[in-house]
RNA sequence: GGCGGCGUAGCUCAGUUGGUUAGAGCAGCGGAAUCAUAAUCCGCGUGUCCGGGGUUCGAAUCCCUGCGCCGCUACCA
């Protein structure tokens, strides 16, 4: 096999938050891709940097009174903490804020100069009145120019089609803080991406670079039309780079010195080991893998290949994107737990666990991936406890202290199909299909705990004429159980370092897959990996729960009451005919026919019980309201459902389905009371 | 509105270029075993492959259409 000369990258994560389990699915993919390559003996390093710049840096920097400086340095330390907790292996991490970054920069910025795609011109722009932030089109909202459709966004009418400027929109708002948005101008900088657009039209659609979906999605959304300028300068002030001639009035924007990162970042690895910078970037042996997420794709798969072709730098080889996580088949919720913090996780749980539950969910496709807890548990505890250490752990123990058969035994041909799957598996890995390889090795160590429940070593220790048939059996379950570990090692390699040191000998390529050890001395067998339980993740979750934080004082959205308009005025006659009382739910259930109704029976204090249908099943258990207070509709004229007499309503707000929230009131009611 | 994607067993998902009775893991039920971290092994799945048309000797797989869900829609890092 001939070595291939591999740069990985995955995408700089932002400087402005710690790393949490989303982010994790990126970092976890690639450094499984990263470290395949390398036990393949392929020469291939991993780089990757923090993303500094940008007026959110600055925003946080303010609000913790340090200089931006200080607060990258403190991020940055923070997130390679959080990274190395979770065994993910880079060659170099940087920074965007680096020198090498700001003189790749400048020579990307000068081969757009001398390709003649840079212009300059004044902006119209709105801003945000109360945080002062600059508003793209879809932040504003307002009457359509042409039909005047109110409530529409600020680039094109969803009534009529039309597509407009954000500053042709009728009585504009923002939707940041729901007032008028205020009107400024600055210059900026465009690159002309139109000129490189038969080049994208190419490098994107043939050669294999992107994913189907995400070639179709840039042919429907992008190449179809007319490529817009793209914006890269931010006037000042401005946390990032300032744009060389400007007087330090023009900084690049964070997303054009952002990929630039993967180059700085691969110089410094090469100024460390004394290799040359063109080795990576500008040679066409050199495969370049980018690793992203699919909300940064048109900024990997436009601007970065237009920018590197402009400078005569080597393209993507390929650029490999995923979805997002969800946890429990939703977004992921501070409120709930489920937005859990690398660090976080790491005060609970092995990072093995999550690696390998990501692995073997992951395929090659943009799809969101589900992390679901109790699939969580069961799928770590049964594959890697159940299946693979618990073959080393019910054999090493008969072979402690003790050496490995002389001569591999027969054993059916199990070692010979294991290592026969290896280019499979490793086909598999190649192709960033982890959950097929995963379960290819899986099956594996399948018949390998067959092949020892067969032999019954357990019935052979019980018989002194049988210790050399016994050492044979345990020779093949752990030569199986070590082959196994090998193809994880990518996924696993805490567990392949354990495996080195029970059979003392090293796991350093993926070849050694191919032949069985033998007489080696067996190690005494101590645990590789505990049992996940329930409470720990449990734990992990009630941790993470936080209350939503009010991000700047009282700033909630106009979307609801955009949604329902207020109704018409009334009086308070009108009021009091409506009778609200507080009750308590002392018995709920769902109706199982219905799909979106749990039946109450709801308590007004003494015997007056009331029977309601609520609307309410996606959105509540009915053992969560059981005991609770809430205020109902207790007038209301009876109806008839298909399920039985509802007697009353009960109050929520929101727009159905999830988003319904139950009315409750303080503590210190009492059911019974109206409320006035 | 436009565009992209998805819709297969209770759950999470495989199903290669259309080809025999549609699969796996987990959960569930029954049994065996007791070496092992309540681990392992054996047995048990008729599911309108979202609905409706069409192409074909043959479609979960290709085409059209309807429904549902998700995402994206360039100065959101």
Redesign the pocket.
Known sequence: MTQRRILITAALP?ANGPIHIGHLLEYIQTDIWSRFQKLRGHNAIFVCAD?TH???ITKSARAKDCTEEEFIAAMSEAHQRDFAGFQIEFDNYGSTHSPENREYCGQVWQALKDADLVSQRV?E?FYDVVTGE??????IKGKCPKCEAPDQYG??C?KC?HTYRATDVIDPISTVSGKPPKLGSAEHFFVN?ERLHGFLDEWTQSGNHLQT?VA??LK???LG?E??D??VSRPAPYFGFEIPATNNEHFWY??FD?PIGYIASTRQWCDRHGEEIDAWWKNPETEIHHFLG??IT?FHTLFWPAMLKTAGLNLPTKVHIHGFVNVG?EKMSKSKGTFVMAETYLRHLDPAYLRYYYAS?L?P?L????L?LG?FI??V??DL???V??LA??SA?FLADDTLSVSYPDDGGLFQAGAEAGESIAAAYENCDY??AM?KIMALA?SA??Y??DRE??KLRKDEARQEELRDVCTVALNLFRQIVIYLAPVLPKLASQTAELLNTPITTWSEAQTPLMSVRVGRFQ?????IEEKQVHAMIEESKIEEPAESEFNDGPEALEKEPLAEECTIDDFVKVDMRVARVIEAEAVPEADKLLRLKLSLGGDVQRNVFAGIKAAYKPEDLVGRLVICCANLKPRKMRFGVSEGMVLASGGGGKEVFVLSPDDGAVPGQRVH
């Open positions: 932002y993303d940008g007026t959110a902006v722009q600059s508003l793209p089109d879809r932040f680039d094109n969803d089609g991406v979906e179709n999605y429907g959304h992008f039309e490529l817009r793209w914006d964070v997303w952002a699919k909300d048109y088949g969910k395929g496709r799809e969101d991936l589900d679901n699939e069961t799928k505890n049964s406890v159940g299946k250490v618990n752990s019910r123990k959950n097929a379960r399948d705990n067959k020892v429940e070593p357990w645990h590789m990996m505990k049992r």
